[in-house]
């Protein structure tokens, strides 16, 4: 996968995280379900940073 799409696909997932931050906001009752999504959210764009630059090879420049 290109760096420019590991980049799309992390700004998608925290986008996600953000809005589902806002929802908490507006609906306490489901805020708990909201915030948690909103961490998986967050790990998931973690995660694909690090596979990417633990796989990518060294660059030199």
């Known amino acids: 996968m290109t760096g420019l799409a590991v980049m799309e696909n992390v700004r998608r997932y925290r986008a996600i995280a953000s809005l589902c931050r ?4 507006f609906r306490p009752i489901q805020g708990g379900s909201l915030l ?10 973690v995660t694909e940073l690090e596979r990417y630059f633990n796989c990518s090879p060294a660059r030199v420049h």
Do not use: D, L, Y
């Open 36 to 45: 948690a999504q909103a961490i998986e959210w967050e790990e998931r764009a």
């Open 22 to 25: 806002q929802a908490a906001a």
